[in-house]
């Protein structure tokens, strides 16, 4: 374990940080870096609900952090696989949104009265390298894993916590992020969208069996990211509301239902026919300790 921060350094550098931030990443008019410069809370909290507030925001930092070495190692496996320019480039993008996203988590722990450093694993895991597909497939796997699933999962939660946030300046960072998971699950649903017309029967077939793998390190995934803990009373939870934090049992149903009504009936329609079967085994399975 080690300490983790995200604070830019003022080397030569630093300016083409800025830039980045200021035209490849940007998405639309918003700047939540500024908002988050200038910023204060409006309202008032009391101080569990900004230590809850914080603790969870300070997880998103490690989560979102860990997130950019996810897309940066899908780099290789769309070279390997022949995929098209596009998904390299954007791949990379999404890598860095990642490290913004981290960077602006970080922004609303300070926001919070909190230390933006949090103690983690500073090392990242590789990707699944799946031995028994060739690299297209493998590639498709986790390409999949990554937008089809875990992304659109996202997108669901922070929509939701957009609807629900009305601090101002954490509300900005909640609409940047959700801004950014759309194109991150659309390069799952387009590679898919793209791939999947080209496999063979074995090809298709192999694919489908790994789907129950994958739906279930998603749920242990997404249970562990939001762990059962005391319960919280209507007041406390409308304040957590406001700083951008859903329940975690809202969070699991909302999950839940998202792979139901969005990502099965989109499988199927890409031609997975056997997506709402996977689920079902998973639904019924135990949870694993971890995601990894
Ligand atoms: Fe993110
Ligand atoms: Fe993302």
């Not at 910023?39 to 950019?68: C, F, I, K, P």
């Not at 031995?131 to 796997?141: G, H, I, K, V």
């Not at 999949?144 to 922070?158: K, R």
């Amino acid at each position: 374990m080690a300490e983790l921060r995200l604070d830019v350094g003022s080397g030569p550098l630093r300016t083409e940080h800025e830039r980045l931030l200021r035209t490849a990443l940007r998405r639309g008019d918003t700047d939540p870096e500024g908002a988050l410069a200038d910023g204060a809370l409006a309202g008032t909290y009391s101080d569990r609900a900004r230590a809850l507030a914080r603790n969870t925001w300070r997880a998103r930092m490690v989560h979102e952090h860990q997130s950019a070495a996810v897309f940066a190692r899908l780099l290789p496996q769309l070279m390997a696989a022949a995929a098209t320019l596009e998904h390299k480039t954007t791949v990379l993008r999404m890598a860095m949104d990642e490290l913004r996203h981290a960077s602006l988590c970080a922004g609303v722990v300070t926001l919070l009265g909190g230390e933006p450093v949090a103690e983690t694993e500073l090392a990242t895991q590789p990707l699944p390298d799946h031995p028994d597909a060739p690299p297209l497939e493998a590639c498709l796997r986790n390409v999949m894993f990554v937008g089809c699933l875990s992304e659109t999962v996202s997108i669901a939660l922070l929509t939701e916590e957009r609807e629900l946030t009305t601090e101002p300046v954490i509300r900005r960072v909640v609409e940047q992020l959700a801004a950014d998971e759309v194109l991150h699950a659309k390069l799952g649903w387009s590679f898919l969208a793209a791939t999947w017309p080209t496999l063979d029967f074995e090809g298709r077939e192999r694919t489908e069996r790994y789907l129950p793998v994958a739906f279930r390190h998603l749920r242990a995934k997404m249970h562990e990211a939001m762990p059962l803990g005391a319960p919280i009373g209507p007041e406390l939870k409308r304040e957590l509301e406001a700083l951008g934090v859903m329940t975690s049992e809202e969070g699991r149903e909302l999950f839940a239902a998202t792979v139901d009504a969005v990502i099965v009936p989109r499988l199927v329609d890409h031609g997975l026919t056997t997506a709402p079967d996977a689920w079902a085994v998973a639904e019924a399975a135990p949870v694993l300790p971890s995601a990894r």
